[in-house]
């Protein structure tokens, strides 16, 4: 049900949810040593809801930041009331309005001896150097590009219908970034090249590997969703280009080769493995694992050789396709590995570097 809700409010555009503060401190206690001395660019937040604005907000000074820049599309479509700002004859936070701020330092404002969001809260209201107005709010924007190119390290979550075009961007611009997406967008043809070259890289996930996003959206918010105003969404991820120790670490390979247990691919000279847990220790050929593998990928354990999918046949180099054996099935609908006739489901194709000799 949720999945469903999602893919109506992408073909909506209606795929604007929040994350919450938990899932963000959960994620980025991973990175406090990249963020340190540097520009955060929070792109796609704005600073009535965003957790991700007053994460970085509450923690500038313990981050030891640079500066803080935040920037939203044509303002939000959740009422909030946490930072109301006075905007003279307005009652209520405006909307359709873009805003940006930029923040170069937090201080005890109130002197209350505690920097918190009420000092934040202080801040946007009686600096008018922060807060200002944008003409569309737009990351596509020539405005919020200037932004962009001022950033050293992006981190958001950015709409999940336009994600293509968002990570694009970054890669054009060279960005170090923190995002979430679909974890099944590794695979879109525009992203996986820098997965295999080793560019891009899945953090640490969420919590059982789903999300809970407040959602402003009636249609997407259900009973199903099992947290009230909010929507649950399987098979997210944070896509990063930061180191993390998690990048570091083997998976530990306890099962053997058996050609019962992992029969070959009718199209593909690789072995089928259903799971990332049953990768045989011992096979030094290539093997189709889930996408889910990602999760766990070592680039020093394994390398990643291309996808058996359905753009595979499309959008595989010609080498490539010679090298893992690829022959056209009447099943695999341009390129799904197929294994008795059977297609499969998405299939990473892989070598382990080290197999072991039994």
């Given at each position: 049900m949720a999945n469903k809700n999602l893919n109506a409010a992408k073909?909506?555009?209606?795929?604007?949810?929040?994350?919450?503060m938990s899932d963000i401190e959960r994620e980025l206690q991973h990175y406090w040593q990249h963020f340190r001395g540097k520009t955060i660019l929070c792109n796609c937040d704005d600073p009535y809801e965003s957790n991700f604005f007053k994460y970085f907000a509450l923690r500038f000074n313990q981050l030891g930041l640079k500066k803080l820049i935040c920037t939203c599309y044509n303002g939000s479509p959740v009422q909030g009331d946490e930072l109301m700002i006075?905007?003279?004859?307005?009652?209520?936070?405006?909307?359709?309005?873009?805003?940006?701020?930029?923040?170069?330092?937090?201080?005890?404002m109130n002197g209350d001896g505690a920097v918190d969001l009420s000092d934040v809260q202080y801040l946007l209201q009686n600096d008018k150097n922060v807060l200002s107005i944008l003409k569309t709010g737009d990351f596509r924007d020539p405005e919020c590009i200037e932004l962009l190119k001022q950033a050293d390290v992006v981190v958001t979550n950015p709409p999940f219908s336009l994600f293509r075009e968002y990570f694009a961007q970054l890669m054009e611009y060279k960005k170090k970034f923190l995002i979430i997406g679909n974890q099944g967008a590794i695979i879109y043809k525009e992203i996986f090249p820098y997965v295999i070259s080793n560019k891009v890289?899945?953090?640490?996930?969420?919590?059982?590997g789903a999300a809970h996003?407040?959602?402003p959206y009636e249609d997407t918010a259900t009973a199903a969703d099992h947290k009230e105003g909010m929507i649950r969404v399987s098979g997210?991820?944070?896509?990063?280009?930061?180191?993390?120790?998690?990048?570091?670490?083997?998976?530990?390979?306890?099962?053997?080769?058996s050609p019962e247990d992992y029969p070959f691919f009718d199209n593909y000279n690789a072995i089928n493995v259903g799971k990332t847990q049953d990768i045989p220790c011992d096979f030094d050929g290539i093997m189709g694992v889930p996408i889910t593998f990602l999760d766990k990928y070592n680039p020093n354990q394994f390398e990643i050789i291309w996808q058996a999918s359905g753009n595979t046949r499309a959008s595989a180099p010609k080498d490539v396709l010679e090298r893992v054996g690829y022959q056209i099935h009447p099943e695999d609908r341009g390129g799904c590995g197929v294994v008795n006739s059977k297609r499969q489901y998405s299939r990473i194709l892989i070598r382990n570097k080290h197999p072991k000799k039994l």
């Open positions: 073909t909506a555009k209606k795929d604007e949810f929040y994350t919450q006075d905007w003279g004859d307005f009652t209520e936070e405006p909307k359709k309005i873009a805003y940006k701020v930029e923040i170069t330092e937090v201080r005890d890289w899945l953090g640490y996930g969420f919590k059982g996003f407040v959602s997210v991820h944070w896509f990063t280009n930061l180191e993390i120790p998690k990048r570091n670490e083997d998976i530990d390979l306890v099962c053997k080769y």
